[in-house]
């Protein structure tokens, strides 16, 4: 697999994680306890809940293919492809149903384009 699709793979794995972790946390036996006072209780409901385990595991997966593409690139051309995870982020934002305003569109677009600019250095 070439560099440039690995760093892809790893950054969905990224991507896929946040929207595990988001489900986890949103899951009603999370919340309940998220709006007590913090205890033993609440460390053992968010990290025994399986969406949250599912998010931690695939930002394990993540970063072991990210460890191909640092064992390729220099971290100045590598780091920075880190932030099409914002791109691919909003992407699935809107297909959950998130709502996404035009400025944060434009950020991320902006953010995207100089990626572009970085990966043709």
Known sequence: MNTLLTAIVSIAFSVAAQFALKAGMSSAEVREVMAQPLALRTIVTVFSNSFVLGGFFLYGLGAMVWLEVLSKWDISKAYPLVGLGFGLTVVVGLLAGEQV???R??????ICAGVFLVSKS
């Open 101 to 103: 305003t035009m400025l």
């Open 105 to 110: 569109t434009a950020g991320v677009a902006l």
